[in-house]
């Protein structure tokens, strides 16, 4: 049996290097979204690499500098969630549609002329997972402060909010079995939330939240 082998790429490289940038994908494009210069530096960059020229280009970069810990996207508007910035709040969120963000320049002129993204109220917790269920955001889980020891994890809540477009708020909608914090959530084909880890935690939960 052939071991499976990993080939060099034909695409060129990103224009600006860096670190765990946020992957989003639409039509055979791929666009890069903010992340680590180094320990002390993050970008704000958001590069597109376009099928049909086989080149990066620049779209509208973030409205701060940072790394991106969570993103989905329900119908036409992608957003980016759980910042990590020079000021460590991982409560940002940032909207932008599809089709705005795969709006691009050619790399070699500056992005000004782009329509910029749109900054969502902070969500209500540290480290809430995203995800879209039936075109409805959802914050799931969290911490009220940066949790970093097993004793910090009585701060984790086990709330789930649902954006509100109209009020422009976050609403409490229902509840996880556990508390969790920086943990990932997947809409499954079932209608079923996956809600997986968290800090120091390898339990995968799944069930069925009914908006509230």
């Known amino acids: 049996e052939e071991s499976q082998q ?13 670190a765990v940038p946020c992957v989003i994908t639409h039509q055979s494009n791929v666009a890069a979204c903010g992340g680590c210069i180094n320990e002390e530096e993050y970008s704000a960059a958001v590069e597109v690499f ?8 620049r779209a509208a970069p973030l409205p701060i500098p940072g790394g991106v810990t969570q993103h989905t996207v ?9 910042m990590f910035t ?7 969120v940032f909207s932008a549609s599809l089709s705005q963000l795969f709006q691009t320049l050619p790399c070699d002129q500056q992005p000004s002329a782009l329509q910029n993204w ?30 970093e020891t097993e004793e910090d ?5 086990t709330t789930v909010h649902a954006y509100c477009p109209s009020t422009s708020s976050w609403v409490q909608v229902g509840t996880t079995p556990l508390p969790c ?32």
């Open 181 to 212: 914090a920086f943990s990932a959530a997947q809409l499954l084909p079932s209608g079923q939330l996956m809600l997986i880890g968290g800090f120091e935690s390898k339990k995968v939960h799944i069930g069925t939240l009914k908006l509230q």
């Open 86 to 92: 020079s000021d460590e709040k991982l409560q940002h």
């Open 118 to 147: 749109t900054s969502l109220p902070d969500m209500p917790y540290l480290g809430s997972a995203l995800a879209n269920m039936g075109g409805t955001l959802l914050a799931i889980g969290g911490a009220d402060e940066q949790t």
């Open 50 to 57: 376009m099928s049909s020229t086989s080149q990066w280009h």
């Open 6 to 18: 990993w080939e060099e790429s034909t695409i060129p490289p990103m224009p600006t290097p860096r």
């Open 74 to 82: 329900t119908q036409d508007t992608c957003y980016l969630g759980g």
């Open 153 to 157: 994890q009585e701060k984790e809540a």
